[in-house]
């Protein structure tokens, strides 16, 4: 999973604590919690064409998309499916770091990605302590998984 151009630190990146701080996502957390997410955060940077991670993979990390856009895409039936496009402001990786799972889908940058990318288990901690927070990433896998079933015909 080192295919990223860089990797920096979010803590001291002003730039994107202020996107973390603007995230539906995270809109509610008090300053001590914001904390804790910008220091186990980093910012990295991946090339067009490249793989995040891929369908199976154990990696246990959540995005946010800063700049660019990834394609999300599943093998279904023998054959590669592109379940969507996320653009600025999309989260991906829920799925795996709520229920600790091996990853569902590939996701592979469209366009070079700048992103914000936090340790499952940082989230996993943050939504035990804080059901509103908890409750919206729960939201957006449920919303994942029914747009993912109705591409697949399911």
Not at 6 to 20: I, K
Not at 105 to 130: F, H, K, N, Q, Y
Request: hydrophobic share 45%; proline share 3%.
């Amino acid at each position: 999973m080192d295919a990223w151009q860089t990797r920096t630190p979010l803590e001291g990146d002003m730039a994107a604590m202020a996107f973390v701080e603007s995230s539906i996502l995270f809109q509610g957390l008090d300053a001590a919690q914001l904390a804790e997410v910008y220091r186990a955060g980093a910012v990295v940077v991946y090339g067009p064409g490249k793989v995040i991670f891929e369908e199976g993979a154990n990696d246990d990390l959540l995005f946010l998309i800063v700049e660019g856009s990834v394609s999300v895409r599943k093998v279904h039936d023998n054959r590669k499916v592109e379940l969507a496009t996320l653009e600025r402001e999309a989260i991906f990786g829920e799925m795996s770091v709520l229920a600790k799972r091996q990853r569902s889908a590939t996701v592979m940058t469209r366009t070079e990605v700048r992103l914000i990318a936090l340790p499952g288990d940082t989230m996993r901690s943050m939504a035990d302590m804080l059901p509103k927070f908890g409750r919206k990433l729960a939201g957006l896998m449920a919303g994942r998984t029914k747009d993912t079933d109705k591409k697949l015909g399911g």
